[in-house]
Nanobody, 123 residues
Framework: QVQLAESGGGLVQTGGSLRLSCAAS????????VGWFRRAPGQEREFVAA????????YYADSGKGRFTISRDNAKNTVYLQMNTLKPEDTAVYYC????????????????WGQGTQVAVSS
């Protein structure tokens, strides 16, 4: 059984940065594509970024292009989401999730999810 644990969330001011981590246990993360998603209060869950198993392909939502970078360290069984120039609209609970096969922007395709980490950006 795989467990995913997100960390690195917190409260930052507009323009600040955070690096989220998604650590896996129970499975070798290099066998899976990994996605980051977020859910803001009162809103639907939305795609943030995804990375292929080798890290050779990355995908971003338009909202994060140029500000967010997804990466992975398979030796550490961890995927990261570096978030720069944060805005109040980035406030949400951020989740990582994994799937076999290719990375995708579609949340239902991912079948293991972490518990989430809260990101709050003050104006």
């Amino acid at each position: 059984q795989v467990q995913l644990a997100e960390s690195g969330g917190g409260l930052v001011q507009t323009g600040g940065s955070l690096r989220l981590s998604c650590a896996a246990s129970g499975r070798t993360l290099s066998n899976y594509a990994v996605g980051w998603f977020r859910r803001a209060p009162g809103q639907e869950r939305e795609f943030v970024a995804a990375i292929s198993r080798t890290g050779g392909n990355t995908y971003y939502a338009d909202s994060g292009k140029g500000r967010f970078t997804i990466s992975r360290d398979n030796a550490k069984n961890t995927v990261y989401l570096q978030m720069n120039t944060l805005k109040p609209e980035d406030t949400a609970v951020y989740y990582c999730a994994i799937k076999a096969g290719d990375a995708t922007r579609s949340a239902p395709a991912y079948y293991y999810w972490g518990q989430g980490t809260q990101v709050a950006v003050s104006s």
